[in-house]
Every structure is written in C-alpha cells, then in structure tokens.
C-alpha cells in the first residue's frame, strides 16, 4: 500500500497512535452518550414483550447512524471526537462508507443474530412468566437463550483487545478488515505531509 502512514513523525516523541487507554476512554464517552436512551428504551421494554420487536429497526438505524454515518461524515464517534481521535484509512485519508461498513461489519453481525434470538425469545416465552417479572428480571431471563451468541461474543471482544495491544499501530481487528487506523486528530495534517514520503 503506498503512502501508508509512517509509525512515528520524526521529532514526535509521542505516539500518533492511542494505546488501549484512549481508546477505552473514548468508548466510556460513547457508553455516557447512549445511557439516557439505554434507560429509554428498557422502560418502554417493560411495558410489554412485543415492545422489544418494536424497537429493532430503531435500534439498527441508531447503531448505523452513530457508527457508520458519524464515522462517515465526522471521522468517528463523538467517543472518540471528544478524546481527539480520528478514524482514517491507512493512507490518512478520510473513510467513505465502504470503511464505515466493513469496520461494523462483525458487531453488525452480532446484532442482526441478537436480533433474531430476541425474536425467537419473545415469540415463544410465558406470557404469564414474563408479565411477573419487572424489567430488570425480565432481561437475564431472555438473554439465557443467549448462551452461544454470547461465548462468541466475548471471544470476538478479547481478540479485538489481544490484536489491539500487540501491534506498533495499535489496530484491532475491524481496523485490519476495513484498512483503517485511529489516530491522534491533532497530528492529522502532520501525518498527511509525512505519508506521502513513506511506503
């Protein structure tokens, strides 16, 4: 890949690339963001069952609009805008939706099985069962048809972490999958004069 973003600016002694911190940061911010509508939306959960088939595709068009289109447009979440992080390809350039997607893509996955376990789950749990039972017991009780889908997604969580720590660029997984990178923002314009220097 030509011009692919060099590991260090020479004279820079910090690193252009966040470590695990930052970037665990950033993720508390975006957490911080979705708490008032993760509250919302376990309300109008405990309401009734089918509550939970009716905000699925709202749930889908927020996860695509807060982490494909904002990456998209702003070149990443607020998380990481506030942190002062910057998704970009490996040639500094900024994402297009291909990359936005591809980035997603395994989470994306994730969800559309959640999506269809939930289902699965609601369509065929006691009516009495589940009448009984307040939100907050309500939720364990589904999430036990989960068993599998969360043992995969724990193993996709910890090798996200694994890839993460063990390479100079600090890229994860989605990053090697869409050809992206996180860096810091405040050297972005540094970074582009210097890639076109470097293979």
């Not at 939930?118 to 589904?142: C, H, R, S």
């Not at 969580?157 to 993460?164: A, G």
Request: one cysteine or more.
């Amino acid at each position: 890949m030509a011009n692919i973003i060099p590991l260090k600016i020479e004279g820079l002694k910090e690193n252009i690339y966040p470590g695990f911190w930052l970037r665990l940061l950033a993720n508390l911010f975006d957490l911080l963001i979705h708490l008032p509508l993760f509250i919302f939306l376990k309300y109008i959960n405990s309401l009734n069952k089918y509550c939970y088939l009716y905000v699925i595709i709202p749930n889908l068009i927020i996860f695509v609009w807060y982490y494909m289109y904002l990456p998209k447009r702003f070149g990443g979440t607020p998380g990481k805008l506030i942190i002062g992080l910057k998704i970009v390809k490996m040639d500094s350039s900024q994402i297009r939706w291909k990359q936005a997607f591809l980035r997603q893509s395994v989470d994306l996955f994730f969800w559309v099985v959640n999506a269809a376990i939930l289902m699965v789950a609601i369509l065929t749990v006691d009516n009495e069962i589940f009448g009984n039972k307040n939100w907050l017991q309500n939720n364990p009780y589904l999430k036990s048809v989960f068993t599998i889908h969360l043992i995969l997604s724990n193993v996709w969580v910890w090798s996200e972490l694994i890839v993460l720590l063990f390479n100079k660029r600090k890229r994860a997984i989605h990053d090697y999958i869409a050809g992206t990178v996180i860096i810091k923002s405040k050297y972005i314009d540094k970074i582009r004069e210097m890639s076109k220097n470097f293979v």
